[in-house]
């Protein structure tokens, strides 16, 4: 397993993280198979979508925002029991194709990581298996 870190800047935020993860696919000579990228916190999470129009990730938060607000009346003494929330939606892994080496992204897609509770340094693991 592979492991990198990276910071966010602001309370919610979407990181594109391609190219780290392809750079470890490289380093680890994977060339056919599946890497699952894997999110080892509980208030960010991953997601895939649009890479070309940035509105698409501001609408994104807009609308988690309007559907887990950050004041809701919850329990959870931290208080931020929406970030825990829109973690669970976002989801903690993905798994990619990986072909001749390359992450297999559709053209408009990127992989995001998904802050929920920044700015915080955050980590993401890493791990290729071969077909
Ligand atoms: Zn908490």
Same mark, same amino acid.
Request: proline letters at 3%.
């Given at each position: 397993m592979k492991k990198f870190s990276t910071k966010t800047r602001s309370k919610t935020d979407f990181i594109k993280i391609d190219r780290q993860v392809s750079e470890l696919i490289e380093e680890s000579n994977l060339m056919e198979g599946v890497v699952t990228v894997f999110i080892p916190h509980t208030t960010a999470g991953i997601t895939i979508n649009?890479?070309?129009?940035p509105d698409v990730t501001a609408d994104m938060e807009l609308v988690l925002d309007r559907a887990v607000?950050?004041?809701?009346?919850?329990?959870? +003494?931290? /208080?931020?029991t929406a970030a825990h929330v829109k973690a669970t939606m976002m989801g903690s892994s993905a798994q990619v194709i990986v072909s001749g080496g390359k992450l297999q992204l559709g053209t408009w897609q990127s992989l995001y990581f998904c802050e +929920?509770? /920044?700015?915080r340094t955050r980590e993401v693991w890493v791990k290729g298996i071969s077909e």
């Amino acid at each position: 397993m592979k492991k990198f870190s990276t910071k966010t800047r602001s309370k919610t935020d979407f990181i594109k993280i391609d190219r780290q993860v392809s750079e470890l696919i490289e380093e680890s000579n994977l060339m056919e198979g599946v890497v699952t990228v894997f999110i080892p916190h509980t208030t960010a999470g991953i997601t895939i979508n649009e890479n070309a129009d940035p509105d698409v990730t501001a609408d994104m938060e807009l609308v988690l925002d309007r559907a887990v607000p950050w004041e809701g009346g919850y329990s959870h +003494f931290e /208080g931020n029991t929406a970030a825990h929330v829109k973690a669970t939606m976002m989801g903690s892994s993905a798994q990619v194709i990986v072909s001749g080496g390359k992450l297999q992204l559709g053209t408009w897609q990127s992989l995001y990581f998904c802050e +929920f509770d /920044g700015p915080r340094t955050r980590e993401v693991w890493v791990k290729g298996i071969s077909e």
